[in-house]
């Protein structure tokens, strides 16, 4: 029962960090209805970008702590701004024609662009990044669970209810909420949709970043940490819905509890099969996803 408790724990740290991906993806799709396919290496970037930071700012003696309080908001202005300059370069002309491969293409060649980047710049060792807390568990009950860990968990959540106070409270989340549900009336109503889609771009590559800088403590950083999350956390929002944000934390936690419990009860080289078979399932016979909705179009 302690083993089984430890991994259903594990399963939703690791579910979080793949929700908060998702999130991302979902907030693009709802208003333009297009993906970045370069999400992964927008929380590399933001990884690679902290750890930078925080080392700079642990060498002018500011405990590791202190230090990485103050790399939050620089990872989150980079975030905003490469996610800014992923929808300019690679999605805006995209939409004006209406081409689906176009940005499809376009993200994925600005992802590969980024990931060359991140190569010649930290190099492509992994690298150690300096946790803010305590490493060592702390006793919950039956279970073992690092600082680092609850952290992850309170942040992410605490992410996804400020993006979603901002869309309700807000004028300017308003205007995204309005150009989600409907993007030509929210244009006729004077909404600036281009605009309110470039910020979508920007906010969702700035979750990835966020998230890179939870996840990095308790891994190793380096150039190719995003892809795989990147990919898995993009089964994730199709598991749970692109048109759901609470799908996609749901999915997220089935995700990272299935992978652990197959990992252990069977065997790790089946980790990935069971978010798969559920990928494939929902694809089958729900292709909005589990708590999405499907779309109606008039012909």
Request: proline share 3%; charged share 10%; net charge positive.
């Amino acid at each position: 029962m302690n083993i089984l408790a430890q991994l259903i724990i594990s399963g939703v740290v690791v579910g979080m960090i793949y929700g908060v991906i998702a999130f991302g993806y979902q907030l693009t799709f709802a208003t333009s209805k297009t993906l970045n396919f370069g999400q992964g290496e927008a929380l590399m970037l933001g990884a690679l970008v902290g750890l930078t930071t925080i080392n700079f700012l642990i060498g002018q003696s500011l405990s590791s702590f202190a230090a990485y309080l103050l790399m939050l908001p620089v990872v989150l202005a980079f975030g905003l701004l490469q996610g800014a300059v992923v929808e300019f370069l690679g999605v805006r002309q995209a939409i004006r024609t209406k081409s689906e491969a176009g940005w499809i293409m376009a993200t994925i060649a600005l992802g590969i662009i980024f990931k060359n980047l991140a190569e010649n710049i930290w190099g492509r060792d992994a690298l150690r990044f300096p946790s803010p807390l305590p490493e060592a568990a702390l006793t919950i009950g039956p279970m073992r669970i690092q600082p680092m860990e609850i952290a992850i968990v309170l942040g992410a959540i605490a992410l996804m209810i400020a993006v979603e106070v901002f869309n309700r409270r807000s004028i300017y989340g308003k205007a995204v909420v309005a150009t989600a549900n409907d993007r030509d009336a929210a244009g006729l109503m004077g909404i600036n949709t281009r605009l309110v889609i470039t910020f979508s771009y920007a906010l969702s590559s700035m979750a990835a970043a966020f998230a890179g800088v939870l996840v990095a403590p308790i891994t190793l950083t380096g150039a190719t940490m995003g892809a795989v999350l990147g990919l898995k956390a993009f089964a994730v929002a199709i598991i749970g819905g692109l048109s759901s944000g609470f799908g996609v934390v749901v999915g997220g936690l089935i995700l990272g509890v299935s992978e652990n419990l197959t990992g252990y009860y069977i065997s790790t080289g089946y980790k990935d099969v069971p978010g798969l078979v559920l990928l494939l399932l929902v694809l089958t016979f729900k292709p909005s996803g589990l708590f999405g909705s499907a779309a109606i179009k008039k012909v």
